[in-house]
């Protein structure tokens, strides 16, 4: 799922859900997102309609990281993966957020 930082969220006008989401960094950090949609975010591929996002504030570390990495300090593109719990042998979303 794409991660979009409040500010940029704000700037576009994204309509928020009622849910919310725990994301765990790299560095084992939980982070409280909100579940947002966007009418539409134009990427390579062409428009996305009514994509869901997750907006959270991006901490200066973080919008550090992504501009030595050359990309957007505002946005970071992605999709929610299932994976398989072989504990339950149903599937899970993954929480991790590497960046």
């Not at 994509?51 to 593109?77: A, H, I, P, T, W």
Request: proline share 3%; hydrophobic share 40%; charged share 30%.
């Amino acid at each position: 799922m794409t991660v979009v930082d409040r500010g940029l969220a704000e700037a576009i006008g994204v309509e928020y859900t009622d849910r919310e989401r725990v994301i765990v960094t790299a560095s084992g950090q939980e982070i409280v997102s909100k579940v947002a949609i966007v009418k539409e975010l134009i990427v390579e591929d062409g428009p996305l309609k009514f994509e869901r996002v997750l907006v959270m504030d991006f901490n200066e570390n973080v919008k550090e990281g992504l501009k030595n990495l050359g990309v957007s300090d505002s946005m970071v593109l992605g999709m929610t993966t299932p994976e398989p719990d072989t504990t339950t042998s149903k599937l899970r979303r993954v929480k991790l957020l590497l960046i």
